[in-house]
């Protein structure tokens, strides 16, 4: 089934940053802090590594199984995995890609915004923040330029193909977060306020926990680390057959969750620093402002009180989540564009021109029809989409998918696979105890 002339990544380390490029992004740097500080803090974290480790990360190592045994795009990935049931699971992938397209299509919109913000704190920076003001002020076409904007950069690098495109600008950007995100976090540390939010975030309010916040904690497990949207699927078809896929995914997994925490290091201190300062970021009735308001008003507030300074932290507070949001969109635009390239035999460059245009025209309807759709878009693809189909698929892998294909599979890149307690355990955790936990805290 493989093609020779098929794309790979060219080494491990280049796929490493390339998945956990996908797997970091806005749902780590915004999302989990977020979350964590309107659910209790600690508590919160605690639930969500819980989740990481006993859902998402079994769920990681099945859909870059599938995508690697499968060795192309989603959909002929999962027929492969049943060639009896190739309708079924030919849907199974299409209707991944349709929800990673779905994603893209708000998350572009919110991408957008942080390029505005960017931008601005950039001309604050030179002495002209009169001139910036369009770029953070709501509005319909202010919206459109910058969604369109960060869409074209996203299909430029996707254009450039798996090597040359995704794992370059991956390896390129990843070390840059790491190393912004580190010093803008201790940056962070010296200021006054700061100690309040690490309390928070540190010392577990056990009264907080509650059925609601296994489920928060769980979709934001889900989203994280990218699942039930096929994009793992998708780049594990670009694996080559020696490398060790338990092992690759813990790696990119602990990637993703360090990142989760460090940014709850930064954000959560920020926002007290913030309050500090003079910036409400409780409401009147004492709960958190909205996640929205945390991000695109209560540190631009902060960075204003801080002065000069406060600008040039913003800059490289907003260039951190661009690349954040960055590696992570073009893991999802790859999804359609390997179906659309492999099935309908188009070019790369037509793929991406045509559906990144379709995923624009989607963006631009939610964004002209912002109040009845963007919320309720984000609804139907994280809350109901992802977790449904991430179901579907350990259900493919733990039922239906032979055995010994999968262990045959797996020894490739992991000899002595058979006799590690990973093998003992992960086949029934996938069978049984990952679909139960799913239908349990999603009925809860
Ligand atoms: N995981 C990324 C984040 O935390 C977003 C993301 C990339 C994603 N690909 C995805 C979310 C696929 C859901 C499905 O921001």
């Given at each position: 089934?493989?093609?020779?002339?098929?794309?790979?990544?060219?080494?491990?380390?280049?796929?490493i940053?390339?998945?956990?490029?996908?797997?970091?992004?806005?749902?780590?740097?915004?999302?989990?802090?977020?979350?964590?500080?309107?659910?209790?803090?600690?508590?919160?974290?605690?639930v969500?590594?819980?989740?990481?480790?006993?859902?998402?990360?079994?769920?990681?190592?099945?859909?870059?199984?599938?995508?690697?045994?499968g060795q192309?795009?989603?959909i002929?990935?999962?027929?492969?995995?049943?060639?009896?049931g190739?309708?079924?699971m030919?849907a199974l992938g299409i209707?991944?890609?349709?929800?990673?397209?779905?994603?893209?299509?708000?998350?572009?919109?919110?991408?957008?915004?942080?390029?505005?913000s960017?931008a601005?704190?950039?001309?604050?920076?030179?002495?002209?923040?009169?001139?910036?003001?369009?770029?953070?002020?709501?509005?319909?076409?202010?919206?459109l330029?910058?969604m369109?904007?960060?869409?074209?950069l996203?299909?430029?690098?996707?254009?450039?193909?798996?090597?040359?495109?995704?794992?370059?600008w991956?390896t390129?950007?990843?070390?840059?977060?790491?190393?912004?995100?580190i010093?803008?976090?201790l940056?962070?540390?010296?200021?006054?306020?700061a100690?309040?939010?690490?309390?928070?975030y540190l010392?577990?309010?056990f009264?907080?926990l509650?059925?609601?916040?296994?489920?928060?904690a769980?979709?934001?497990?889900?989203?994280?680390?990218s699942l039930?949207?096929?994009?793992?699927t998708?780049y594990?078809?670009?694996?080559?057959?020696n490398?060790n896929?338990?092992?690759?995914?813990?790696?990119?997994?602990?990637?993703?969750?360090?990142?989760?925490?460090?940014?709850?290091?930064?954000?959560?201190?920020?926002?007290?620093?913030?309050?500090?300062?003079?910036?409400?970021i409780?409401?009147?009735?004492?709960?958190?402002?909205?996640?929205?308001?945390?991000?695109?008003?209560?540190?631009?507030a902060?960075?204003?009180s801080?002065?000069?300074?406060?600008?040039?932290v913003?800059?490289?507070?907003?260039?951190?989540?661009?690349i954040?949001a960055?590696?992570?969109?073009?893991s999802?635009?790859?999804?359609?564009?390997?179906c659309v390239?492999?099935?309908?035999?188009?070019?790369?460059?037509?793929?991406?021109?045509v559906?990144?245009?379709?995923i624009i025209?989607?963006?631009?309807?939610?964004?002209?029809?912002?109040?009845?759709?963007?919320?309720?878009v984000?609804?139907?693809?994280?809350?109901y989409?992802?977790?449904?189909?991430a179901?579907?698929?350990?259900?493919?892998?733990?039922?239906?998918?032979n055995?010994?294909?999968?262990?045959?599979?797996?020894?490739?890149?992991?000899?002595?696979?058979?006799n590690?307690?990973?093998?003992?355990i992960?086949?029934?955790?996938?069978?049984?105890i990952c679909p139960?936990?799913?239908?349990?805290v999603?009925?809860t």
């Amino acid at each position: 089934m493989a093609s020779s002339s098929r794309s790979q990544f060219t080494s491990r380390f280049g796929f490493i940053m390339a998945a956990a490029g996908s797997a970091v992004g806005l749902g780590n740097v915004w999302g989990f802090p977020t979350q964590a500080a309107s659910n209790g803090g600690a508590v919160f974290l605690i639930v969500y590594l819980l989740m990481v480790f006993l859902l998402a990360f079994p769920m990681l190592v099945a859909e870059l199984t599938i995508g690697r045994y499968g060795q192309a795009n989603s959909i002929r990935s999962f027929r492969a995995a049943w060639p009896k049931g190739k309708v079924p699971m030919m849907a199974l992938g299409i209707v991944g890609m349709i929800v990673a397209s779905l994603i893209l299509s708000f998350y572009g919109i919110v991408a957008g915004w942080l390029m505005g913000s960017f931008a601005e704190s950039g001309l604050t920076l030179i002495g002209m923040k009169q001139q910036g003001l369009w770029l953070t002020t709501y509005s319909v076409p202010r919206n459109l330029v910058l969604m369109i904007a960060f869409m074209l950069l996203t299909m430029y690098v996707v254009r450039n193909g798996v090597a040359q495109g995704i794992e370059k600008w991956s390896t390129r950007l990843m070390p840059v977060l790491f190393v912004l995100f580190i010093v803008l976090t201790l940056y962070i540390f010296t200021q006054d306020g700061a100690l309040e939010g690490l309390k928070m975030y540190l010392v577990p309010d056990f009264s907080q926990l509650t059925p609601g916040l296994a489920v928060s904690a769980m979709g934001q497990a889900f989203f994280s680390l990218s699942l039930g949207v096929c994009v793992m699927t998708t780049y594990g078809s670009y694996l080559p057959k020696n490398t060790n896929i338990p092992k690759t995914a813990a790696q990119v997994a602990l990637i993703d969750t360090g990142v989760a925490f460090i940014a709850g290091l930064m954000i959560l201190p920020a926002m007290f620093v913030a309050k500090h300062n003079g910036v409400e970021i409780f409401s009147d009735s004492g709960a958190l402002l909205n996640s929205d308001t945390l991000v695109f008003t209560v540190l631009p507030a902060m960075f204003d009180s801080m002065g000069m300074i406060g600008a040039f932290v913003g800059v490289i507070f907003f260039l951190l989540m661009i690349i954040a949001a960055m590696t992570s969109s073009i893991s999802m635009l790859e999804v359609p564009v390997s179906c659309v390239t492999e099935e309908l035999k188009l070019s790369r460059t037509k793929a991406v021109l045509v559906i990144g245009g379709i995923i624009i025209a989607i963006s631009a309807t939610i964004v002209c029809n912002f109040q009845l759709l963007f919320g309720a878009v984000i609804q139907l693809t994280t809350v109901y989409s992802q977790p449904i189909i991430a179901l579907l698929i350990t259900l493919t892998v733990g039922w239906i998918w032979n055995r010994h294909q999968i262990l045959a599979e797996l020894k490739q890149g992991y000899p002595e696979l058979e006799n590690s307690w990973f093998w003992k355990i992960w086949p029934w955790y996938v069978r049984i105890i990952c679909p139960i936990l799913m239908l349990m805290v999603f009925f809860t």
